[in-house]
C-alpha cells in the first residue's frame, strides 16, 4: 500500500505516513521544477533518501508533467521529449519503477467545489458540469484546482487557441509521437509507465480528452506494444462515466498485465456529469470497490495501490482531497478487503 505525499510542505508529514498499518510506499515527484525541464539524478535521489529515513520506500513517480508543446505537436516537442527520456532514466536510478503521468491538454484533474459539505458534517471534492461553465477563464487559471501550471489570462489564451486546431485525433497522434520515443527508453531503464484517465472523462473547455474508456485504453494499449506501456486504473476517474464497467475493465487489463498503478477512490454519481467523492467502501458510492478489487485480484495485478483522495474528516484541514485521516481509512479499508480476497482464494 502506497500513499501521495507532496513533499516538505505537505501538512501530511512522513513520520504520520509511516504510522498508517500497512502503508510502506510513498508516492511523490520534484514539485519545484518547471514543467519541460530535465528532472536530475541528484535531486530525485535526495527525495528517495528523505523517503528511506522515514522508514518508507519512494514507490512511484507522479507525476512528471507532460509539456504542453509534446500534447501540440509543436516543432519543439522533440527538446521536451528528450527531457522526458533523460527525467525517466533519473527516477530509474533513484530505484523507483513506476510513472504515473496523463495526457490532459492545458487542465489536469478538475474539480468545481473543493468542499461541498455532506450530511455527517465532512466536506469532499465535487464537480457539476453547469457550475465549470460560470467559470470565467478570462482572468487566467489563478488559485483554482487542477493545474501543474498556473497560467495568466494571456498565457492561457493563447493555448486554448492552439488546442482550437487539436482534435481528439490529432491528440491521439500526439500521444502516440511521444509514447513511440519514451516507452523505449523506460523499457531500457526497467520503468513501467501507467497514464491516468482523464479527470473528469469528457471534454471540458472544449478541450479534447482521450483517456475515458475501454476502448480508448485499448488504442492506448496498441499505440505501443510493451508492457512498459500501461495504465494507472483510476476507479474515480473511471468510475463517474455510468458506461464504464469497472470490475470487467480492471480483469481486463490485469490480465494482460498492462495495470501498473491503481488509484482508489469512490464517488456518487448525482446527474448528468455531476458527481462528488464519498468514502472509500462500496456502499457509501457508485464504485463496487470489493468487485473491483476482486478483478485486481483475478487478473495478477501485484503492483502498487494507493487510496485515492479523501473527504476531511475530524476538524483537519489542509490540501483539498489530501487529508491524513480518511485516506489513513481508506488504505485500511482497501488492506482489509484485499486480504479477504487473499484468505478466501487460499
Given amino acids: ?17 509511516r504510522q498508517i498499518p500497512g502503508v510502506t510506499g510513498i508516492v511523490s515527484a520534484l514539485y519545484d521544477v518547471p514543467v519541460g525541464d530535465a528532472w536530475s539524478r541528484e535531486r530525485l535521489q535526495r527525495l528517495a533518501d528523505a523517503v528511506d529515513r522515514a522508514g518508507l ?52 484533474w478538475m474539480r468545481t467545489d473543493l468542499a461541498m459539505r455532506l450530511p455527517d458534517g465532512s466536506t469532499t471534492l465535487a464537480y457539476d ?13 489563478g488559485d483554482l484546482p487542477g493545474w501543474a501550471t498556473a497560467y495568466d489570462a494571456r498565457e492561457l489564451s493563447a493555448l486554448l487557441d492552439a488546442y482550437r486546431q487539436v482534435d481528439e485525433g490529432r ?3 500526439h500521444l502516440g509521437y511521444f509514447l513511440e520515443r519514451v516507452v523505449p527508453v523506460a523499457v531500457e531503464c526497467g520503468v513501467r509507465m501507467a497514464i491516468h484517465p482523464d479527470d473528469p472523462p469528457w ?65 456518487r454519481i448525482d ?4 458527481f462528488h467523492e464519498v468514502p472509500h467502501p462500496s456502499p457509501f458510492g457508485d464504485v463496487n470497490m470489493a468487485a473491483v478489487l476482486a478483478a485486481l485480484r483475478d487478473g495478477g495485478f501485484d503492483g502498487p495501490m494507493r487510496p485515492d483522495h479523501g473527504r476531511m474528516i475530524w476538524g483537519e484541514t489542509g490540501r483539498p482531497g489530501y487529508g491524513l485521516h480518511d485516506r489513513a481509512l481508506g488504505a485500511t479499508y482497501l488492506q482489509g478487503v484485499w486480504e479477504g480476497l487473499t484468505a478466501r482464494s487460499d
Avoid at 509543436?74 to 495526457?103: K, Q
Avoid at 492506448?220 to 464497467?245: H, W, Y
Avoid at 446527474?271 to 455531476?274: K, N, Q
Fill in 1 to 17: 500500500m502506497t500513499f501521495r505525499w507532496f513533499g516538505e510542505r505537505d501538512p501530511v508529514t512522513l513520520e504520520r505516513v
Fill in 57 to 108: 520506500r519512494l514507490a512511484v513517480i507522479e507525476s512528471i508533467p507532460v509539456h504542453e508543446d509534446i500534447k501540440l505537436g509543436r516543432p519543439t516537442r522533440d527538446r521536451f521529449i528528450d527531457n522526458y527520456a533523460e527525467s525517466i532514466r533519473s527516477m530509474s536510478a533513484a530505484g523507483v519503477a513506476v510513472l504515473c503521468y496523463n495526457f490532459m491538454p492545458v487542465f489536469d
Fill in 129 to 141: 458540469d453547469r457550475a465549470l461553465a460560470s467559470i470565467d477563464l478570462s482572468r487566467g487559471t
Fill in 171 to 173: 491528440l491521439w497522434e
Fill in 203 to 267: 471534454s471540458i473547455f472544449g478541450l479534447p480528452r482521450i483517456i475515458t474508456d475501454c476502448t480508448a485504453l485499448e488504442r492506448l494499449k496498441s499505440l505501443v506494444e510493451s508492457p512498459a506501456n500501461g495504465i494507472t486504473f483510476c476507479t474515480g476517474s473511471l468510475g463517474v462515466r455510468r458506461d464504464n464497467d469497472l470490475p470487467a475493465m480492471a480483469r481486463r487489463f490485469a490480465s494482460m498485465g498492462r495495470i501498473h498503478f491503481a488509484h482508489c477512490r469512490n464517488v
Fill in 271 to 274: 446527474g448528468e456529469r455531476r
